[in-house]
């Protein structure tokens, strides 16, 4: 095992968009392909010197499952490079930060990409077991007389697809569901979600006018010849005031509706990762260091769906030596307000620290100047696959331009997942 510090030396993303808007006829691997062509063109390095990639994706289309060797493909980068898909929900390209990092640490690799990629757009319509099976069945008929005596069990709801959803298999509720019922047990109000997410939205658009974003977000051109440089969804005018006229979405008494939670999404990221000794030879000046990395899973049956950061917090700092109060930004992700700010609860709660982690304090108070200063997944898109390697790279950034040290990242995901990162800049 190399004690060398595992460096991000650059990073892009795609513009995030709305599902099925302008993004809707761009397959996954060309979202990706982009991602990876233009980290490689902005460090300026020859890409036969790249060990491997790892992209996340959450619903990889069917015809090409390991999504990172197909963008690989599209990318043009060439084909020796080994590629590796990884699925962890929402933190699926986080984790593939943590894989290549781990992968350089173990001394396997010295340059590798880590990314993440999701297409809603893509997402195809699924039919029922019973309909798979007559299907299978027929095809496998030799004989007409097989085919016509086995069409006879034909029944038209074999037809009927099955809706495209985001549930929870063991519980059968959707995020939404499991975010509206956290927020009844952590007593967050609807005021204070509709609140949050406009704060959300104008602290976006500021940080797009002030050319932010535009500095690592990639423009991408669209089969119908558009040329998309820009997220979709921010809303320089929006409210709370206005977002509280919207409908709850999830429960007729709840407080999730679509203007206080992350849009579907169409998008892709990626940073590129090497040994600090690999970027000097090569010339380049790291954005920063992954300091700790820590996850954690809930019961889901007696926790709520996505609080896992809450518990990966104090391990991540422990692991990096540091304490609350040495974070100088927090990166936590969107998928809904209410969810953030149920966490913010229990991270400074004394009693939940006591119950849950068996601490005598809280884990800390969150100052809220520094959480998601340039916006977060409510205005700028949640692409499942691709939110952990936008944020890593969103803390570097900030950081840098802010001339401060330390940030933290958390990440809720499916399956009462967790994970939660220390980024240092240099």
Same mark, same amino acid.
Request: glycine share 8%; aromatic share 6%; proline share 6%.
């Given at each position: 095992m190399s004690m060398e510090r595992v460096v991000i030396v650059n990073g892009v993303r795609t513009p995030f968009v709305r599902a099925r808007t302008v993004f809707q006829k761009t397959p996954p691997s060309t979202? &990706?392909?982009?991602?990876?062509?233009?980290?490689?063109?902005?460090?300026?390095?020859?890409?036969?010197?790249? #060990?491997?990639?790892?992209? &996340?994706?959450?619903?990889?289309?069917?015809? &090409?499952?390991?999504?990172?060797?197909?963008?690989?493909?599209?990318?043009?980068?060439?084909?020796?490079?080994?590629?590796?898909?990884?699925?962890?929900?929402?933190?699926?390209?986080?984790?593939?930060?943590?894989a290549i990092a781990a992968k350089i640490s173990a001394g396997q690799i010295d340059i590798g990409i880590a990314g993440g990629v999701e297409s809603i757009s893509s997402i195809r319509a699924l039919f029922s077991q019973e309909a798979t099976d007559f299907f299978q069945d027929f095809g496998r008929?030799?004989?007409? %007389?097989?085919?016509?005596?086995? %069409?006879? +069990?034909? $029944?038209?709801? /074999? /037809?009927?697809?099955?809706?495209?959803?985001?549930?929870?298999?063991?519980?059968?509720?959707?995020?939404?569901?499991?975010?509206?019922?956290?927020?009844?047990?952590?007593?967050?109000?609807?005021?204070?979600? #509709?609140?949050?997410?406009?704060?959300? +939205?104008?602290?976006?658009?500021?940080?797009?006018? $002030? &050319? /932010?974003?535009?500095? +690592?977000?990639?423009?991408?051109?669209?089969?119908?010849?558009?040329?998309?440089? $820009? #997220?979709?969804?921010?809303r320089a005018d929006t409210s709370a005031e206005k977002l509280s006229k919207l409908r709850p979405v999830f429960y007729k008494d709840g407080t999730i509706t679509a203007g206080n939670a992350s849009p579907l999404t169409d998008g892709a990221s990626a940073v590129l990762m090497m040994t600090e000794t690999r970027s000097r030879e090569l010339g380049m000046q790291p954005l920063g260091v992954i300091r700790a990395v820590a996850t954690a899973g809930v019961d889901i049956k007696k926790e709520p769906l996505l609080i896992g950061p809450a518990f990966a917090i104090p391990r991540a700092l422990k692991m990096a030596g540091v304490k609350w109060e040495d974070i100088d930004l927090i990166e936590m992700h969107e998928a809904f307000a209410g969810q953030v700010l149920s966490t913010i609860r229990a991270i400074e709660s004394k009693q939940w620290a006591k119950d849950k982690l068996g601490l005598n304090q809280a884990i800390g108070q969150v100052d809220r100047s520094r959480l998601n200063v340039n916006g977060g997944s409510i205005p700028l898109g949640h692409p499942f696959g691709a939110t952990g390697t936008r944020v890593i790279l969103q803390a570097l950034l900030e950081l840098r331009a802010r001339k401060k040290n330390l940030g933290l990242i958390?990440?809720? %995901?499916?399956?009462?997942?967790?994970?939660?990162?220390?980024?240092?800049?240099?």
């Open positions: 979202l &990706g392909g982009v991602a990876l062509r233009e980290t490689i063109a902005r460090s300026n390095l020859d890409p036969k010197l790249v #060990d491997e990639v790892y992209f &996340g994706i959450v619903s990889p289309p069917a015809e &090409g499952t390991n999504i990172s060797r197909e963008a690989l493909f599209d990318s043009g980068l060439p084909a020796s490079i080994p590629c590796t898909t990884i699925n962890r929900y929402c933190a699926s390209s986080a984790e593939s930060a943590a008929a030799k004989t007409t %007389a097989q085919k016509l005596s086995h %069409a006879t +069990h034909l $029944r038209p709801a /074999f /037809f009927t697809p099955l809706a495209p959803g985001i549930k929870e298999p063991t519980t059968g509720l959707t995020m939404g569901q499991s975010a509206d019922l956290m927020t009844r047990e952590f007593q967050v109000s609807r005021e204070e979600q #509709d609140q949050f997410a406009a704060d959300s +939205h104008k602290k976006a658009h500021q940080a797009w006018e $002030r &050319g /932010f974003y535009s500095s +690592h977000v990639v423009p991408v051109a669209t089969q119908d010849g558009k040329l998309i440089d $820009r #997220d979709t969804d921010v958390s990440i809720c %995901a499916a399956g009462g997942l967790g994970m939660v990162l220390v980024v240092e800049a240099i």
